[in-house]
């Protein structure tokens, strides 16, 4: 049983972005937390990002890309979450090129866990990744709203480790709770789920989607390869 377990837990993780991962360092590095405790810091994090009107957590960045068109960053864009898609079919949700929109629902492992106690889970995120295109502009958005939590028993040994990433079609039949963000520390005033594990999910998150940005910088700043046929 354990090996097919471990089996099943190599193959998930080949598919996760050609096997890529958030390192504990890299989060870590891209969170900015220095010395402060998890939940002081993510109250920090929540004053500086706080829920819009639809509880989602929503983080924006716009950068420019002089020289390249609307429809050459599209096309970057659309390439790179298929190739790194285990299902290209269902992985882009939106793919408008009149108008220059992309969105696609991208899957993180294991953004924070609990491992001690009878109650043992750990906790992914699913957010939204909006792309907006203009010519030598783009503008992209990470919305999440919920933690998706994976109660993990005694026997179970399919564990991931470092947190993979891939881009998937949202279903969430796989988890066995989802904690919206609104009823978590530090957002909410009687949190309904676990400070501790809340507030390291909040500063990962916030973390992955400094590397999702800085990925998609150093993509989108890369030059076409050359058609030599």
């Given at each position: 049983?354990?090996?097919?377990?471990f089996t099943l837990t190599l193959v998930l993780m080949g598919l996760s972005m050609q096997a890529q991962t958030f390192s504990k360092n890299e989060l870590k590095q891209h969170s900015g937390q220095g010395k402060q405790s998890d939940s002081d810091y993510a109250a920090v994090v929540a004053k500086e990002h706080p829920l819009n009107e639809q509880s989602q957590l929503v983080l924006v960045s716009i950068k420019e890309y002089p020289g390249q068109?609307?429809?050459?960053?599209?096309?970057?864009?659309?390439?790179?979450?298929?190739?790194?898609?285990?299902?290209?079919?269902?992985?882009?949700?939106?793919?408008?090129?009149l108008n220059g929109k992309i969105q696609t629902r991208c899957f993180i492992q294991q953004i924070a866990k609990r491992?001690?106690?009878?109650?043992?889970?750990?906790?992914?995120?699913?957010?939204?990744?909006?792309?907006?295109?203009k010519d030598g502009k783009v503008r992209f958005t990470f919305t999440l709203?919920?933690?998706?939590?994976?109660?993990?028993?005694?026997?179970?040994?399919?564990?991931?480790?470092?947190?993979?990433?891939a881009f998937t079609d949202g279903g969430k039949d796989?988890?066995?709770q989802v904690w919206p963000l609104s009823a978590c520390y530090p957002y909410a005033e009687k949190p309904s789920h676990p400070k501790v594990t809340s507030s390291r999910a909040l500063i990962n998150s916030v973390a992955a989607y400094r590397i999702l940005e800085e990925k998609v910088?150093?993509?989108?700043?890369?030059?076409?390869?050359?058609?030599n046929w």
């Open positions: 049983m354990k090996k097919i377990l068109t609307k429809k050459q960053l599209y096309d970057k864009v659309y390439n790179w979450i298929i190739g790194m898609s285990s299902d290209s079919k269902s992985a882009i949700q939106v793919a408008d090129t491992t001690m106690g009878d109650n043992k889970y750990k906790v992914h995120i699913r957010p939204l990744l909006t792309f907006d295109f709203d919920s933690y998706a939590v994976l109660k993990k028993s005694d026997t179970d040994e399919a564990i991931f480790f470092g947190g993979g990433i796989k988890d066995n910088s150093i993509m989108l700043q890369q030059e076409a390869k050359k058609d």
